[in-house]
DNA sequence: CAGTCTTCGGAGAACGTTTGCCATGGAAGG
DNA sequence: CCTTCCATGGCAAACGTTCTCCGAAGACTG
């Protein structure tokens, strides 16, 4: 039962090879008595139609790589989930190549993708700059779309979330519950994400101090550096001279921020807010949950899918797109001053939590 | 440079089609002269071999199919990664699929990817029931092997890490800190891992007490059960019955049980110790840190990988191989009468931690 | 020096589809 | 009744490889 092919339908239906592809591809009309029999006879073999010549033949493998930076940075598995229905909701198969943050590795995968014939590629580059020539290369060959971040001007179609609304967003916030020493604590990575969000910051925060947009601190993207930052401002300032709002650049940077605070025995949100980006898991399960901006994953995915099929290979000379979605304010303990933080939650166990079984 | 077939290498070469094939895949000698001839119209032409037209004829896609319950479980994105890195370093592509929990999705996905002629699967199986026909199914078609849960005895070859083993490890820790009282907070689920650790708490408990073994409260495997859980426990007991450690089936229980645990003001580890399994990076985030047992993801991979090849298709009738890991005791902090869980930690900075950049 | 190997190269048949083109036959139109 | 035309079905050529034959040498052996 395992290797049924289009010929052997045919001679059990007692018709031709072509006859038959054509039932099962609609391609042309069949006599109904015909269609019939070849039904009946791909169901009693149980024929699967073999991907792999039918790919040779037609010049499309149904199948699209998706290439990221490190599938262990806590936004992207949600990313790719949801990037991986939409296409298999579409019949395409995901290839993944995960590059662990290396543009070098970044670059042989694609091409690796490339020589397997992909009908596209969605890429989250992992760097800004040595990400590009690779990038573009590749895009010359096939549809691609960069997600999440970006990789310079003109070199693909783009989908990621609008960073500077959801600074906005933030900011607003922020100011809404009376903040006003605000701090940045951003990374100086080359992922597009950390400059833009922290441009939105200098422009925005002007709005409520002067002196907050000089109050940036860089580092990466990584709880680590969330740590070392609140070690660095706290210790250097006296106590007044200490900001109300840490705005930090995405959860990683939040949640250990909100550590060692604790640690250092500062009250949260009462002495200083804290407010994340991204909305990964980790954020509402810090204490205090983080006040974040949500990205709108699923609208990403389904946008960066839509934007393959969109492009006739030919029409490869049209503008590039750039895509960017609004995203929402997750409004969480760590923000807000009437709060007692540490105390127990009122209703404990019936808010929806993130879950997640093994 | 877009489409370079062998035949135009070959009419470059001045030699034949066979000639050039045979040259690139030293499937035969090939005079000296020649093969330098080809290789360098190769060169010339840019050319790349078709993966799908070799594919067809050779009856072998170089491609492996992964299947999984769900790629925000945050244990399996380090699992993926590794298990790409293996695959990968042996030339072969990797097609993703999420199945969702669902054993109805993981069945169209394991078909769908048949049908794409993968190589081989690796499958972990969303349901330890009801995945079993879809499994045995696509073991009977090509080589398998089940990753990190079981799927009923005797179905595919199988990876998982030893969690008696692993369980054995957490017991003897907690004896040797001196408790006595120990609760287990696992899981009832389907998965495989459920039941192992369970049996293997009940088996060992015994040794510090032989009313442990009883004591056991079973939800899933969720930050939100480890929550719920110490809310039954401490509120269902006095003081004095309480247990002096949870044992915790895995990390994200024992986060959730840490978390109330804080807020209830239970003193960690001074009145009771929380262990957990796995080893997720937010083991290493939590306050104060998890105890846990590390899977030994990176070998896993490696002998998942190792497996596919060893089985030559043929040979299918040999008896089913199941693999165990040993695991190993990672000491942290929600351990260990002698500590102040809440103190700053002596060397802020310093040590390493698990990071991850956006 | 004739015969038998070995070595290298080419022709061509697969692999399982899709699809352009032609053949047939009956219906419709003159 | 003869054309013209659909509607249907089959043949065969692709798609780009790999691999089995075969043949033509040259290298040995007796």
Redesign the interface.
């Known amino acids: 039962m395992?290797d049924v092919t289009l010929h052997d339908v045919a001679r059990a239906s007692g018709c031709s090879v072509s006859t038959v592809s054509r039932v099962l591809a609609g391609s042309r009309p069949v006599g109904a008595a015909t269609a019939a029999r070849v039904r009946q006879a791909v169901e009693d073999l149980g024929y699967?139609?073999?991907?792999?010549?039918r790919?040779?033949r037609s010049r499309s493998?149904g199948?699209i790589g998706?290439v990221l930076p490190?599938?262990?940075?806590?936004?992207?598995?949600?990313l790719?989930?949801e990037l991986?229905?939409a296409l298999?909701a579409d019949e395409r198969?995901?290839?993944?190549?995960?590059c662990?943050?290396d543009p070098k590795a970044e670059a042989g995968?694609i091409s690796?993708?490339?020589?397997?014939?992909v009908d596209a590629l969605v890429v989250i580059p992992a760097h800004e700059q040595h990400s590009r020539t690779a990038v573009a290369a590749a895009a010359a060959?096939v549809p691609l779309v960069l997600l999440d971040r970006g990789c310079g001007p003109g070199v693909a179609d783009s989908v990621a979330v609008d960073n500077a609304a959801g600074m906005a967003l933030v900011l607003d916030h922020l100011a809404a519950e009376g903040r006003r020493r605000l701090c940045f604590v951003g990374?100086s990575?080359t992922?597009s994400?950390a400059a833009e969000r922290r441009t939105a910051y200098e422009a925005g925060a002007g709005a409520l101090d002067p002196e907050a947009p000089g109050r940036v601190a860089l580092g990466?993207?990584?709880?680590?550096w969330g740590?070392?930052a609140v070690?660095r401002i706290w210790t250097e300032r006296a106590a007044a001279q200490r900001p109300d709002a840490l705005v930090c650049a995405?959860d990683?940077i939040a949640?250990g921020a909100l550590?060692?605070l604790?640690?250092?025995g500062a009250d949260v949100p009462g002495e200083v807010a804290v407010t994340g980006f991204?909305d990964i898991?980790?954020a509402d399960?810090a204490?205090p949950a983080v006040t974040t901006v949500r990205q709108p994953v699923a609208e990403l995915a389904a946008e960066a899918a839509r934007l393959l099929d969109r492009r006739p290979v030919s029409e490869q000379a049209g503008p590039r797109r750039s895509i960017r979605l609004a995203p929402r304010l997750v409004v969480r303990a760590s923000t807000g001053r009437s709060s007692a933080s540490?105390?127990?939650?009122s209703a404990?166990?019936t808010r929806p939590?993130?879950?997640?079984?093994?």
């Open positions: 395992a699967r139609p073999n991907h792999v010549a790919a040779l493998t199948t998706l490190q599938i262990t940075n806590p936004f992207y598995p949600t790719v989930r991986t229905y298999h198969a995901v290839l993944l190549a995960d662990d943050d995968h690796a993708l490339l020589d397997r014939q060959r990374a990575g992922a994400a990466d993207f990584s709880v680590a740590r070392a070690d995405n990683l949640v550590q060692r604790r640690q250092l991204d898991p980790l399960l204490d540490h105390t127990p939650k404990p166990a939590e993130t879950e997640s079984a093994q």
